[in-house]
């Protein structure tokens, strides 16, 4: 696998943003727009994801950064769209499209944590130290 030097250059936070936009596009028509507590929860947990993988990529540490991303929960996502369309705030197409994007999401993140999990690399913060 490439070497990685900027969060910006993960596919995974990539794919979160670009899930974030959605998420914001649909939030502001429509009865979601009115309905603040969850436009904004959704809005919040959305960009979470993208946060908890550019946090968890900054440490500078393998460990922490499993920590963080496996804290980027688009499974908390999903749960709000379902209220959406419970709610009539969201047609089925635009629920079935986001929960396809934020099941992506989902899947490579924890394929990330398993590829993470199996590296030798400990990453920048570890790299410099001596083994005792």
Partial sequence: M???NRFED???????RSLSKEIFRL???????????????MNRSSGSIMDNIAEGFGRGSRLDFIQFLSIASATELKSQLYRCVDRNYSSIVDFEKLS????????KINGFIKYLNTSIVKGTKFK???SK
């Fill in 128 to 130: 410099d130290r001596l």
């Fill in 100 to 107: 396809e994007n934020a099941n992506a999401v989902y899947k």
């Fill in 27 to 41: 939030s502001q028509n429509g009865k979601l727009s009115k309905d603040y507590e969850l436009k904004d929860q």
């Fill in 2 to 4: 490439a070497t990685i």
């Fill in 10 to 16: 993960l596919e995974i936070w990539k794919l979160s």
